[in-house]
């Protein structure tokens, strides 16, 4: 897996990565302690709204930054995303107020919204080779699931050093190393996407037709809207961990809140075992084959979490508990690791910042869903139904994918050029 390193650009925007997940992970943690000095016991209502803002941020402002894209050069867009976003960390420590707080994430997940679909349409690009790529991929989803493990415990070492506030100032640094590392890549130069061609249409090559254009190409090409469906299952299972592990484990289970990280760790865990094993599966088995299943095995781990919720005491729930949420890790990084692949395989190489963008924003706003879903049906009808309810959406969103996506050769080739007004050629796997 690591072979793909010796790609001096890859390397850079891998590190680039890597030290700009860090310093978000240091900034959550410093998120929190900043809420509760300004709002004490109504800290989790500021975090929860400013989690919804950066979910808006995210699905509002991707598409429109990647219809502006093509006049900025990449290395420059993403390099001054992460100049944006060290300005805001810095700024944090200073705010007084509630909506000052607000505001800034509000700006910082804007500049997000625009690095990450940047940086995601580039790596197929720098790794054209298949092989290569999809171990770039399961680098990129162990990435991820080992900065929610590692941030918190360096940002707790830290904090026996110094205060929260200077948490930010790591935050800070790890932009910009990130702007430092992107700007030492040279990446290739992007193709052009010809005009958007409909009957009603004429020829759409502003801004908003550019905006939407990842998005109809997901609605057009069959297993485009399949991975939508597949999100939206892999939605399911992130929210009801992130939302309700504590409620589970301090609640349900009555552990002690030690015992929150190591249900939070098991999920991380499950998801990086599969980011390990993946690449060489992918060598041998079509992504679809991986994929589809995964969703439908996430409909069986809600019902075997509603009957856990519905059970008595007794201590064999808290190692069920531990494996739910492993399994529940590794269905989720079964469908969200190959999700490059298939994107790449969909369109041509001169649409793949539309629909990475399309991408981004779509399955965020999948995440905008279950989120509160699992949230208020938790707290209000009680956790059996809220397992039953994103047990139904994993169900409906299986059901969904595998009715769209059934590996006809063409089909996707012709429903891209029918969106897109052009000849073009994408490989059904």
């Not at 420059?76 to 000052?100: G, H, N």
């Not at 060598?283 to 994929?291: A, E, H, K, L, S």
């Not at 969909?346 to 995440?367: I, N, R, T, Y």
């Not at 209000?380 to 309810?389: K, N």
């Amino acid at each position: 897996m690591l072979s793909v390193l010796r790609n001096r650009t890859y390397l850079h925007l891998f590190a680039a990565q890597i030290v700009a997940l860090v310093g978000t992970g240091l900034a959550t943690v410093a998120l929190g302690l900043l809420a509760y000095d300004l709002a004490g016991a109504g800290a989790g209502s500021v975090l929860g709204t400013a989690l919804a803002i950066k979910m808006l941020a995210y699905v509002g402002i991707a598409p429109v930054v990647t219809a502006l894209a093509h006049r900025i050069p990449r290395r420059r867009l993403m390099a001054a995303s992460d100049l944006t976003r060290a300005a805001v960390a810095l700024t944090l420590p200073f705010v007084t107020e509630v909506w000052q707080v607000y505001v800034l994430i509000f700006v910082l997940q804007s500049a997000s919204a625009a690095f990450t679909p940047a940086f995601q349409s580039v790596i197929p690009e720098v790794l054209p080779e298949e092989r290569e790529y999809t171990r770039a991929l399961s680098l990129s989803r162990l990435a991820y699931d080992t900065e929610s493990l590692v941030s918190p415990v360096l940002a707790g070492a830290l904090l026996a050093l110094i205060s929260y506030n200077w948490l930010f100032w790591g935050t800070a640094a790890g932009f910009l190393a990130s702007a430092a590392l992107v700007l030492s890549a040279v990446l290739p130069k992007p193709l052009r996407p010809e005009p958007l061609r409909s009957v009603r249409e004429g020829t759409g090559d502003g801004v908003l037709a550019r905006s939407v254009r990842g998005t109809r190409l997901f609605l057009a090409v069959p297993r485009l809207r399949a991975m939508l469906a597949l999100d939206l299952a892999a939605a399911a299972a992130s929210a009801m961990v992130i939302v309700n592990t504590v409620v589970y484990v301090r609640g349900q289970l009555g552990r002690p809140a030690t015992d929150v990280p190591i249900a939070l760790g098991a999920y991380g865990a499950g998801s990086m075992a599969v980011a390990l094993l993946l690449p060489r599966v992918l060598d041998r088995v079509p992504d679809r084959i991986v994929m589809l299943p995964a969703a439908f095995g996430i409909v069986g781990l809600f019902a075997l979490l509603a009957v856990l919720t519905a059970a008595g005491p007794g201590a064999w729930r808290w190692p069920v508990l531990l494996a739910v949420w492993a399994v529940l890790g590794a269905a989720g990084s079964l469908i969200l690791t190959p999700t490059g692949r298939v994107l790449r395989d969909s369109v041509a190489a001169e649409d793949l910042p539309a629909v990475f963008s399309a991408q981004f924003s779509l399955s965020h706003g999948c995440w905008l869903l279950t989120y509160p879903l699992a949230g208020w049906l938790g707290a209000t009808l009680g956790l059996t139904a809220a397992a039953v309810a994103l047990g139904a959406v994993a169900l409906a969103s299986g059901l969904l994918a595998a009715r769209a996506w059934r590996g006809v050769p063409g089909a996707a080739a012709a429903a891209t050029v029918a969106a897109s007004g052009k000849r073009g050629v994408a490989v059904t796997r």
